[in-house]
């Protein structure tokens, strides 16, 4: 148990953090760490079981729920009993009471009177837009997840590094296949996959790291120099996001590759200022000279081999003053009671599909051993997203 001051000294930076808080991510996300810490720090040893049981009856709830049309069912104004749910879906009358008593007092839903219920922004979010595709996801690593024990007691490092041999894959039973292989083969699967990617994206902070604007000078003297090349950019949010710090890239080339299917899903009027490029990362980069280079949330979908062979792709286009930046979970090199558990549980997914998230030492080893040295690692004010800045050798 901790101790009486250290509780004190949590509960006044909880007081502290609930008078300061005005909503924004940065804010939400320190007094929701310090909320955390009281309780790991309260509870007995029964607590974290009793809360693990928990999470495995709210998630099989909210699967029955959603899967059933249940949550679908209930108006997105107004409120309906549970009695006109069960008529409505055909789904036993008990099973939608007890389930939704699991998630109502979650703060998913609400229920006004006895057995009759209305929807929050909690309980939309299950159903509609792309936060519902992370609930998809988490329902379908539930059996890989089970079958972990099994995976380690029959695979070791070997199996475990192999794209082909990933645990996901052999949870599914296509042990042979890769994680993308076994997302594509169902078209639900796959969309919950993509719509996850897009939402966790649009979560983590692309500005208010490293300093955009500080480039300026430098590019502005060498604008046949394109300004910034995104290695693997997807639909170009990124590059977007960029120009408010860099106005149209400074007056030099902003460069967007990513696969054919992808940037063929992207309309020129939605990306203005910035250039389309077909591109694998397993190739060497065409684009010589850029001031940046930059991968964001590419390297943790690969052990450091494979990584390795990336980055010394773009090395080779780099000039000396050419700048790499890796945007990327960095995991703290310990971990302390309330942290933010994101990292950590990002890290254990990874495993599962074949890659990992890394301390700042892991990211230093690969870059060495793609002929590049660490300048700096810029953190974000919120979460362990961070930008790891790197150069050529310059020994």
């Known amino acids: ?187 639900e699967r796959f969309e919950a996959f993509n719509g996850t990617l897009v939402q966790m994206d649009s979560e983590m902070p692309v500005l208010g790291m490293f300093p955009f604007d500080s480039m300026k000078t430098q590019v502005q003297a060498e604008t046949h120099r394109p300004f910034i090349v995104d290695v693997g950019g997807g639909v170009g949010r990124i590059l977007t996001s960029i120009q408010q710090e860099a106005p149209a890239g400074f007056g030099a080339p902003m460069i967007l590759q990513d696969r054919p299917d992808v940037l063929a899903s992207i309309k020129d009027e939605d990306i203005p200022n910035i250039t389309k490029m077909e591109h694998d990362f397993f190739q060497p980069q065409p684009v010589k000279g850029a001031h940046i280079y930059h991968l964001r949330r590419i390297l943790h979908d690969f052990y450091d081999d494979v990584c390795v062979q990336i980055v010394r792709n773009i090395a080779s286009a780099m000039a000396p003053d050419s700048r790499l930046l890796i945007g990327d979970f960095v995991i703290p090199e310990k971990t302390h009671v309330g942290d933010d558990s994101m990292v950590y549980w990002m890290d254990f997914t990874m495993m599962m599909i074949g890659g990992r998230e890394r301390r700042a030492e892991q990211f230093r080893a690969i870059l060495e051993g793609a002929g590049l040295e660490m300048v700096k690692i810029w953190p974000s004010r919120h979460g362990p997203q961070a930008i790891v800045e790197a150069r050529l050798k310059t020994t």
Do not use: W
């Not at 509870?43 to 949550?71: H, K």
């Not at 789904?91 to 699991?102: F, G, L, Y």
């Not at 296509?174 to 594509?184: H, P």
């Open 1 to 187: 148990m901790a101790t009486h001051a250290t509780l004190l000294e949590t509960a006044k930076a909880i007081s502290a953090l609930t008078q300061d808080f005005n909503g924004d991510m940065p804010s939400r996300m320190a007094l929701l760490s310090q909320i955390d810490k009281l309780r790991f720090l309260v509870e007995g040893p029964m607590g974290p079981i009793l809360r693990q049981f928990g999470t495995l009856n709210m998630t099989a709830a909210l699967s029955i729920l959603t899967s059933s049309g249940v949550l679908q069912a209930v108006p997105r104004s107004g409120t309906i009993s549970a009695r006109q749910l069960a008529e409505t879906t055909d789904v036993d009358e008990s099973a939608i009471t007890r389930s939704m008593r699991i998630i109502c007092i979650q703060g998913i839903a609400e229920e006004p009177t006895p057995d009759t219920y209305a929807h929050n922004e909690k309980s939309l979010a299950h159903i509609e837009g792309y936060n519902r595709h992370i609930f998809g996801m988490t329902l379908d690593f539930m059996t890989p997840c089970q079958k972990l024990p099994e995976y380690f007691r029959t695979h070791g490092t070997k199996e475990l590094h192999d794209v082909k041999t990933s645990p996901y894959a052999y949870g599914h039973g296509r042990e042979g296949a890769t994680f993308y292989e076994v997302i594509s083969e169902k078209p």
